[in-house]
């Protein structure tokens, strides 16, 4: 069984900042593909942004400029640094790590854009 424990939403400010973070635990080989998504009351999760082992990243154009993924390898953590936020940022954010033809999610964390 693999575990993702996210951390770092809440409410914010617009043009205000916010970093999550998801740690992995259990039985976890290699390095694996890892992933933030998000969704919106009334929306479908959509991938925000997604990094390979190797450190290639993706990001949906929505947010690009403004939210960087990056991992942390021996901790097996991956991180998503929000700037600029906007209140069509508010969702409930997912982390995500595909292993093995298999796709693991996290609980969730809110994050909220309003002033």
């Known amino acids: 069984q693999v575990q993702l424990v996210e951390s770092g939403g809440g409410l914010v400010q617009p043009g205000g900042s916010l970093r999550l973070s998801c740690a992995a635990s259990?039985?976890?080989?290699?390095?694996?593909?890892m992933g933030w998504y998000r969704q919106a009351p009334g929306k479908q999760r959509e991938l925000v942004a997604a990094?390979?082992?190797?450190?290639?990243?993706n990001y949906a154009n929505s947010v690009k400029g403004r939210f960087t993924i990056s991992r942390d390898n021996a901790k097996n953590t991956v991180y998503l640094q929000m700037n600029s936020l906007k209140p069509e940022d508010t969702a409930v954010y997912y982390c995500n790590l595909f292993q093995k033809g298999v796709n693991y999610w996290g609980q969730g964390t809110q994050v909220t854009v309003s002033s």
């Open positions: 259990g039985s976890i080989f290699g390095i694996n593909a």
């Open positions: 990094i390979t082992g190797g450190g290639y990243t």
